[in-house]
């Protein structure tokens, strides 16, 4: 597989001004990086910079036939039909990347005219979006999936992979963790989808609107809620067992995934699984979970809104009635281990059924790598239940 990394005006600038926004790695470290990180997935690199218009348009045409094309437009992103016209009539996937939170800064930069032509956006992520988009097309080329509206929004769209093998296959509904920020995407569960899909799960590795992008409190469950509805109604012909599904969420997402299996305790749902999830909101927020994360999804605090925590945080709705798993690395550096602890010591104590593994040594991360032997661990708990 060939990536060719493309970044536009200005970006030969990095690393020696504006430290606090770009970060201090230069141009020539990033492509170096890249060149490293294409390598761990199999892949090799060419990188391209150029402040000029035209001379990213030829080298986007020239690039026509690759595997795959990692583009930071620069400014151009905001403006530039030219170089969306030049992507669109390319045929090598490319994937948008911005260092920073182009969503969270001038009114101007939250417009990108090049996205829609492009398979995935990641912003805000710093340089290691670059590492995060080459994965992406990796995954992609490694196993394709479909991907499907639930909703209207934007974020409402979720990936269906489903196995090549005899069916109906049972379904792994996915929610990628991120405290809840709009800057972390179902990207980040690529692997996990495949590596499930592998094992002979269908999976729905789903996205929605997160803090930033239209998400909070109520209106991500709300769309969370819609995508399962959509599985449900999903045709025979995608050869899905519908009786047999298992939700699976990371950190936020989690806390998303325990939420819905609790409001709903729909006889679909086999199991519900949480990889490090933030089961208690008000802890989580006393915590200082994610930096403000927690209040800024409640859009505000435990003391302010307790009614509105009580409705979404999961350990307000235990017992769940659904076979719980939850994993936890003790030396999770983003979602403290002691939330899981009390939670599954509360779920567990009010009769529900619960697997509690943790792990010792682990971080966050680690729970969602698929060559971490954490990850193999969790594959098959979350495979106990497909019997
Ligand atoms: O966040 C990004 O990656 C951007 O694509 C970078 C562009 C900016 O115009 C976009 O809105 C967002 C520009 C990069 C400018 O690079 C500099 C680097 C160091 C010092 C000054 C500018």
């Given at each position: 597989m060939h990536i060719v990394i493309i970044n536009g005006p200005n970006l030969n600038l990095l690393g020696t001004r504006a430290p606090e926004i770009y970060g201090s790695t230069t141009l020539h470290d990033v492509e170096g990086m890249c060149s490293r990180w294409a390598a761990e997935v199999g892949a090799t690199t060419t990188a391209y910079q150029s402040n000029h218009e035209g001379d990213i348009i030829d080298r986007l045409q020239r690039s026509s036939g690759v595997d795959g094309i990692v583009i930071n437009?620069?400014?151009?992103?905001?403006?530039s039909y030219a170089i969306r016209d030049a992507i669109e009539a390319i045929t090598a996937p490319t994937v948008e990347i911005h260092i920073s939170n182009i969503h969270d800064r001038e009114p101007w930069r939250r417009t990108s005219v090049v996205s829609d032509v492009c398979e995935a956006t990641i912003f805000g992520r710093g340089v290691n979006g670059y590492r995060d988009a080459i994965r992406h097309l990796a995954s992609r080329a490694a196993w394709p999936a479909e991907t499907i509206p639930y909703g209207s929004a934007a974020d409402e769209v979720g990936d269906l992979r489903v196995p090549p093998t005899d069916g109906p296959h049972p379904v792994a509904v996915l929610l990628h963790g991120g405290h809840w920020r709009e800057t972390i995407g179902r990207d980040r569960l690529d692997g996990v989808a495949i590596d499930l899909t592998k094992r002979g799960w269908a999976t729905w590795n789903i996205e929605y609107p997160r803090v930033g992008g239209g998400g909070n409190w109520a209106t991500t469950p709300a769309s969370v809620e819609r995508a399962l509805d959509v599985l449900a109604t999903m045709t025979k012909d995608r050869n899905l067992d519908l009786s047999r599904v298992i939700i699976v969420g990371c950190g936020s997402g989690g806390h998303l995934a325990i939420l819905s299996a609790t409001r709903d305790r729909d006889p679909r749902f086999i199991a519900v699984a949480g990889l490090a999830p933030v089961g208690d909101l008000s802890t989580a927020a006393q915590m200082n979970v994610g930096d403000g994360a927690v209040p800024a999804f409640m859009r505000g605090t435990p003391e302010d809104q307790p009614e509105r925590y009580a409705a979404v945080s999961p350990v307000a709705h235990l017992p769940l009635e659904i076979p719980l798993l939850v994993v936890h690395g003790d030396r999770d550096e983003r979602i403290p281990v002691d939330l899981s602890r009390s939670f599954v010591g509360r779920a567990a104590d009010l009769g529900d059924s619960v697997v509690y593994r943790e792990f010792e040594g682990v971080g966050h991360e680690a729970l969602t790598e698929t060559d971490s032997p954490a990850w193999h661990t969790v594959a098959d708990e979350i495979d106990r239940f497909r019997k």
């Open positions: 437009p620069g400014a151009l992103t905001h403006y």
